[in-house]
């Protein structure tokens, strides 16, 4: 992290290192407020040891199945697993990956069906309760497809769900229909959550998410040094030597149009983690 030009701003206020250590020791130790949500610290080993086998084993099904994927799912079902795959791309032999759930436009709705076709496809519908709006709504279009273009048992082999372990509507559907399904970790919130297997698209896409993961178990271990040299102490400290000087705006720049949609994803890390309570710094891109 190069703090050089921001710096002159920093004012009285210079980058507390001391503080740094001392979330960074709240964090390990999951001692601070949310700490049941802190799942996610494990994700890479935990995904290996539980669903990798059988989550890799429905991407090749998905393939076999079609060229294309309808990922159903809002907010942080859908954000993570969007962004890797318009940054990373479909790679050769993998399902073309459309999004399907997130709002309520019938215009997008529309297009994402002509953009189908006659194509044949899954359906892999993210949501930990299946009671939101606009996926419930979503996935419901695009099941009755499945449903008029396969017929009700073969439709359902080419349904997907990724939900709560034990509760919720979808859940429940997904039993009673016999849908292979997956699990939403309990800790660990939406929006952290594309190293589980609601990044499950990412595999029907082709792309090699056991290398993704080998790659995140790595820099997770690496991001644990205790010290000033550590990326993550010397942005927290600048960020929050800059909050406390009256910079209340952060912007992510970027040159290459394909990261986009991982500028989306930060920005809802970011303003929906910290922005409660009249507290955070504003993320735009």
Known sequence: VDLTGAAPFFGAHTPDYAAAEAAHRTLSEKT????????????????????????????????????ALVVVGIGGSYLGARAAYELIGRREGGAELLFA?????????????EKLGDRDFCVNVVS????????????????????KKYGEEEANSRIFAT???????????????????????????????????????????????EKILTVAEETFASLDERSE????????????????????V???????????????????????????????IFPAS
């Open 229 to 248: 040299a550590n990326p993550c102490w010397q942005y927290a400290a600048a960020r929050q030597a800059l909050y406390k000087s009256g910079k209340a």
């Open 101 to 113: 759930g997130n709002g309520l436009s019938a215009a997008t709705l529309r297009d994402t069906i």
């Open 32 to 67: 601070g407020a949310g700490s049941d949500f802190l799942g996610w610290t494990e994700l890479p080993r935990r995904i290996r040891e539980t669903e990798l086998a059988r989550i890799l084993a429905a991407g090749k099904a998905i393939r076999e199945k079609g060229d």
């Open 250 to 280: 952060e912007i992510l720049a970027c040159y290459e149009p394909r990261f986009r949609m991982m500028a989306e994803w930060w920005k809802q890390l970011y303003g929906e983690s910290e922005g409660k309570n009249g507290l955070g």
């Open 163 to 209: 939900t709560d372990a034990r509760r919720g509507a979808l859940k429940s559907e997904a039993d009673a229909a016999g849908w292979e399904s997956f699990v939403v970790p309990d800790d660990v919130g939406g929006r952290y959550s594309v190293l589980s297997a609601v990044g499950l698209p990412l595999c029907a896409a082709g792309i090699d998410i």
């Open 128 to 147: 930990k309760s299946g009671t939101t709006l606009e996926p419930a709504l979503g996935f419901r279009v695009f099941r009755d497809l499945l449903v």
